[in-house]
């Protein structure tokens, strides 16, 4: 398994942007998949946005589309979320997560997950 420490979230006011963090110990990180989940309060675990190991295919909710975009550096065994024209409906913990193998949108076929990180979105 992959040790991931998520950074980058806080307090924003509709309209604004953010942009996450996401580190990935270990020297394997090429190997994995990684993804974006969130978790608002009294709600279920949804998908967010996931990339590929090569970086080649990304895949985002319909709700984030056009407004979120996944990347990562190999270099700095790091992905990123940027995300613009947030809305308080993106309040939520925001967790990184990992997959040996495929992207997918699953939770429960990521490996690792980290601690999360605080979104708000005050309107």
């Known amino acids: 398994q992959v040790q991931l420490v998520e950074s980058g979230g806080g307090l924003v006011q509709a309209g604004g942007s953010l942009r996450l963090s996401c580190a990935a110990s270990g020297r394997t990180f090429s190997t994995y998949a990684m993804a974006w989940f969130r978790q608002a309060p009294g709600k279920e675990r949804e998908f967010v946005a996931t990339i590929s190991r090569s970086s080649g295919n990304t895949y985002y909710a319909d709700s984030v589309k056009g407004r979120f975009t996944i990347s990562r550096d190999s270099a700095k065994n790091t992905v990123y979320l940027q995300m613009n024209s947030l809305k308080p409906e993106d309040t939520a913990v925001y967790y990184c997560?990992?997959?040996?193998?495929?992207?997918?949108?699953?939770?429960?076929?990521?490996?690792?997950w980290g601690q999360g990180t605080q979104v708000t979105v005050s309107s």
């Open positions: 997560a990992a997959r040996a193998g495929l992207y997918t949108t699953r939770a429960d076929l990521h490996d690792s």
